[in-house]
Every structure is written in C-alpha cells, then in structure tokens.
C-alpha cells in the first residue's frame, strides 16, 4: 500500500481508545508478529524514501507495537501511529518516534516567497485604492489650511481676540482631518465602514488615554488656556522661576521667550496647575524703592525734594500718584518708600527705576541733603586703648 493511500485509509481516534485495550482479543487465525512487523516495515520504508520518517524501527510483542526512530513533523509522527493501530491483529501502538527538529531552510524560504508574493500581489490590486487614499489625504491637508485662512479672516473682522481665534483655528483644524482620515481610510480599506472606523478609534482612545495621559492632560490644559483667557500672546508672565514674553499657545505647549532671549517650551498642565502672574494684565505697574537720609536732615524737605524729582522724570505715569512716605528708623538713616507708576513690561520698568534713582541722587545732592553711609560706633572701656586709636585715626 502507498504510504498516502494508508493515510487515507487511516482516521484518527480519540486518546482514550488508542491507548485502551480491544473490545475483543482474536485467538484463532491470529497473524503473529513477524508477518505484522514486515508489512509495517514496507509502509515505513516507502515513508522514509518520501522523507517522512528517519531511522524507523518497528518492535513487537504480543501484537503490541513500539515506534522508534524520527519523523520530520508531528503530522507525520501521528500518520505513522495511525497506520499501525488501523493494522489487523495490532493490538495496541506505543509511538516512540520523536519529531526532527531541523531547520528545513529550503521551505522555510519557499513559505517567505509565497508571503512576499502575496504582499506585493495584494500591494499592486490595492495601489489604485492606496493612491486615491493618498490623494484624499493631501486634499484634506489643503482644505484644512483654507477653511482656517477663512476663519481667521472671519475672526479677524470681528475682533476676536488672539487666544481665541488660535483655539478656533486648531478645533477646525483637527475636525477636518479626522474626516478626512476617515474617508482615506473607508477609500483604502473598502470593507471598512465609517461606523467600524469609529468603533475602532473609540477603543484605541482608551488605551491612547491611558499611555498617554500626560499629552491628554495639556491638551484639555490648552484648550481651557486659550478659553478662559488669563494670558494672550505679547504678555509678560512669570511661573515659578520663569519669566518671559508669550510667543505663541498652542494646544500642547506655551513657547515663552525669556528676557535673556532664550525660548522655553512649556507644557499646558504646568500653567494651569501652578501660579501664574501675568505681569502685563494692565497697561501700568506700580513700582518701588527705599531711599535713606540722614539723621541729621529735615524729614519734611527730604520728602518733598524726593517727590519733586520723581514728578521730573518722563518715565513716571500719573504724576498724582507718586507717593513719598517716611518708612522707618534704619541704623544708620531715616528710610523712604517710593512709590509710582510706569509701563507694565519688564523694560519698562527697569528702565523707569534707572531714571527715578539717578533723579533722586541729584536732587538731594543738589539740596545738600546726605545720603549717608552706614555709621558703626566703637566704645572702649579702657581709656589707654581709646586713647592709642584716636591718635592712630588722626595719623
């Protein structure tokens, strides 16, 4: 027999009647080992020349039947069982054979031919969809830039400000490519829906959530930033240890430029969870120093000559809100805050405080009113050592 007509002919059994004993044991005519051993040994040999098994050996006892040797596979291994046990006058199989687990490199490359051809074969009959794919998508890119041209011309002659019509642009933005994409995606992919490509994002937006809560996170920041308005682009503000000038808000980050011209990029979610002090809200800040006269002087011409030389300088707005007021009795002065009112930006500032100091130091020059130095007051106890220091000091 033909080692495929004997796989034909045999059919597998459950585990339990392969290894289980006959309903009923023969005891006349019965074939004795010999005769089952020869035939078996025909069927396999034929087997090993088609490369199925290797060094097989069949073994009987009492019509039980042990397989030894090799099979290329496990298919294989079960066949050569199956032909056993279907074997008149076998009375049980014990399948020895192990499987070769060589590599078989020649089909191995055989089964990566016949993928790589079924790639590119299914590549070529879906290139015209592929291509329309692509093409849908460049049209979305250019309707997205147009449809965001027009909205802020829109925005533009309703005067809308800054943050919100970024907020607009982005939302419209983002809503035409997710269209678009769907309709790349039905075009490329004809058995899928509209419906199944939403299931599909629907799910992956929740393990998308997941991994990447953080990017989520200052997204759903940005839009509340761009929302609610607490900065615009070209304010001055200060987080932490930041302070610059706001660039440009997008939906992930803040660029802030710092005063020294770096640009730092900062994550929505830390705007909004920290404090945020928006130094340009008003057009004018208050501003404040501390001037110390002497002791000696007049309280009442130092205030008034300090006032007079604050009102002087060009950089000071709202001349009647300039404010003098004696602070305190400092070691060595009586201390004055001065206080007034100046463009809100950082320069402005410095520029303003320049200005109002150098206008101070001259007016009180100019009245001859001390600006003193910090006094210290040595007392010996011993009038020799107080006696030899003075001579030194007069030295």
């Not at 799910?203 to 200052?218: H, P, Q, Y």
């Not at 600006?371 to 007051?377: A, C, E, H, L, S």
Request: hydrophobic share 45%; net charge negative; with cysteine.
């Amino acid at each position: 027999m033909d080692p495929l007509q004997a796989q034909d002919a045999a059919t597998p059994e459950s585990t339990t009647e392969a290894n289980g004993p006959a309903e009923t044991i023969a005891v006349k005519g019965v074939a004795d080992d010999a005769s089952i051993r020869q035939r078996l040994s025909t069927i396999y040999d034929a087997a090993a020349k088609a490369g199925w098994l290797t060094e097989i050996d069949v073994v009987l006892n009492s019509g039980i039947v042990t397989l030894k040797g090799r099979a290329d596979s496990e298919e294989h291994r079960q066949w050569a069982e199956n032909v056993a046990r279907k074997t008149e006058d076998v009375v049980a199989v014990i399948n020895e054979l192990a499987i070769d687990q060589q590599l078989d490199l020649e089909s191995t490359r055989d089964v990566v031919t016949r993928s790589l051809n079924t790639l590119w074969t299914d590549f070529l009959a879906r290139s015209p969809l592929l291509l329309a794919a692509a093409v849908i998508v460049l049209l979305t890119g250019l309707l997205a830039k147009l449809t965001g041209w027009t909205v802020h011309r829109l925005l533009d002659q309703r005067g809308i400000r800054a943050s919100l019509k970024d907020l607009v642009y982005q939302f419209t933005t983002i809503i035409i490519w997710i269209i678009g994409l769907l309709v790349a995606t039905v075009v490329a992919f004809p058995g899928m829906t509209p419906s199944k490509a939403l299931t599909v994002l629907g799910l992956g937006s929740v393990a998308i959530g997941f991994a990447f809560k953080d990017i989520f996170e200052n997204f759903f920041a940005g839009i509340l930033i761009l929302w609610r308005y607490p900065f615009d682009r070209g304010d001055f503000i200060t987080c932490g240890d930041l302070t610059g000038k706001v660039q440009q808000i997008t939906i992930r980050n803040t660029m802030i430029q710092r005063l020294d011209g770096e640009l730092a990029v900062v994550p929505n979610a830390t705007l909004f969870k920290n404090n945020v002090d928006v130094l340009t809200s008003q057009p004018q800040r208050r501003v404040r120093i501390i001037c110390g006269v002497a002791y000696d002087e007049n309280v009442e011409q130092a205030r008034e000559v300090i006032n007079q030389a604050v009102l002087s300088c060009d950089s000071v707005l709202g001349k009647r809100t300039v404010e003098v007021f004696a602070q305190e009795f400092a070691s060595s002065s009586i201390n004055f805050e001065v206080a007034w009112w100046t463009g809100s930006k950082p320069v402005d500032i410095r520029r303003s405080r320049d200005e109002v100091v150098e206008a101070i130091k001259r007016e009180l020059d100019s009245a001859g009113i001390e600006i003193p130095f910090p006094y210290r007051t040595l007392t010996f106890k011993n009038p020799a050592v107080a006696k030899a220091v003075a001579n030194a000091a007069a030295q």
